[in-house]
């Protein structure tokens, strides 16, 4: 998993790459098996919707899930974030974000440096998310919308929002979010189960509700060069890590073995 | 306008009929500068969004506005309705629903005429609804979602949701949803603006949220075959009319024509 030179200008010039079905349907079934598993635990690492039911997003999974754990550490995820970062990488944040079907809530106008500089005193926007999509993301189950080339101006000005969702946010307001839109213009890429996205984390992006019948599962591993890691640790532990330990790879086929040792267990 | 019989075989089996384009962009003028007018006006019949400033949706403007009037009376939309119902009609709701960029809020899935019925007493699903774009709808905006062949079940139970948003609506269980689009599927048409779409009152539909900086503003005309008129008088009578006069349409330009006129007084 290299990226070559084209790809890797358009990630420069407009702050993303996707990259359909770069995981297959096998190794999807079982990050999704996962996924439901997390969400149906009484742990502080699940955040509920406002509802204070709905699974929006589980933390730290790679601690307490053995497919979570191997997806923290895929060459097909690690590789790319590692190449574009220049050197060894480590795990900033890993999470699920469920925007579950009929339930699922917004994320806000934002980008992800901006807390991780805000909070987290990251020194710089040398870190990146991958994102994994657990089903297919089509036009009706609040796909993720990002603004083209909108990393180009830095760290924006931003207001800490604690009252839209039941997460806290630091989010960009309208005027701004309008005068972006108008020199980049808006994309929300779709695909199938198994297609990722990866991001520059000045990126801003947002999603809206979904009021389908459809989840919409997605896995983010957010890396971070270990050079850069963070100096505050005022959010928790499993939200912003504080192991800056290089990632060590597994093997391309660590998913697809794990349903076979599974099997012979039993 | 006359639909043709491959058109009206369509509604009778899928519930809708989308008319790309159907209006011309200087009608879509006219109509948008009048909807910022109406959306402007501190009246009742103007109904905010939970922050109370953002409009949500606009009753009854064909009585306070010449366009509006106007368009109440177009034989374009006129014409395909009275066509479909087989007779005379008369106006019972005018609304323009705004989805303003940024706060636009949801609406929940629903059926019209299960309104109708519960709070209007309207005898039969002899009413529709045909809805006119005044902005490009896509896939940013908050596209009206359908499920096609969901108004061959009658009126489905619902419950009164008085929580989710300012406006109150009969709406429909999650459960109910996940069925009837696993039988007939989910659209949501998009279009330029002027398209229109004409659909069933006991088809579901819903539309979510817009966080996109455009708005997504959408004249709805539900008309009601005259001998089928609402029986009961409890909902305000900007909100369901009861003059069952049946409308005469005016002039396939009568929109320009008001362009001219105004220009001529000034």
Redesign the interface.
């Known amino acids: 998993m290299v990226l070559n030179d084209e790809q890797l200008a358009q990630f420069d010039r407009e702050g993303w790459l996707f990259m359909p079905e770069l995981f297959s349907p096998g190794e999807v079934a079982v990050l999704n098996r996962a996924a439901r598993r997390i969400f149906a635990m009484d742990r502080e690492e699940v955040v509920r919707e406002k509802d204070g039911t709905t699974a929006r997003t589980a933390f730290a999974a790679q601690n307490y899930d053995e497919a979570c754990r191997r997806l923290g550490r895929h060459p097909r995820l690690v590789g790319p974030v590692r190449q574009i970062l220049g050197g060894d990488v480590y795990m900033h944040q890993f999470k699920i974000n469920a925007k579950a079907?009929?339930n699922g809530d917004?994320w806000?106008?934002h980008q992800d440096y901006g807390t991780w500089a805000r909070d987290d005193e990251m020194p710089e926007p040398r870190a990146m998310n991958i994102a994994l999509f657990l089903e297919d993301v089509t036009?009706?189950n609040?796909?993720l919308?990002f603004i083209p080339r909108s990393h180009k101006g830095g760290v924006i000005e931003a207001g800490h929002d604690l009252q839209t969702t039941s997460y806290p946010l630091w989010t960009i307001d309208?005027a701004t979010?309008?005068r972006l839109?108008?020199e980049g213009g808006?994309i929300?890429p779709r695909g199938k189960a198994g297609s990722a996205m990866l991001f520059h984390s000045n990126l801003v992006h947002?999603s809206?509700?979904?009021?389908?019948?459809w989840d919409r599962t997605i896995v983010y591993l957010s890396l971070c060069h270990v050079d850069n890691h963070i100096r505050r640790f005022k959010r928790a532990e499993w939200i912003a890590h504080r192991d800056f330990t290089p990632i060590e790879a597994l093997e391309d086929d660590c998913l697809m073995a794990l349903v076979d040792e599974i099997a012979a267990a039993e």
Not at 208 to 213: A, G, H, K, L
């Open positions: 079907a009929f917004v806000q106008w036009e009706f609040g796909a919308m309208n979010i309008a839109v108008e808006l929300a947002g809206p509700s979904n009021m389908s019948p």
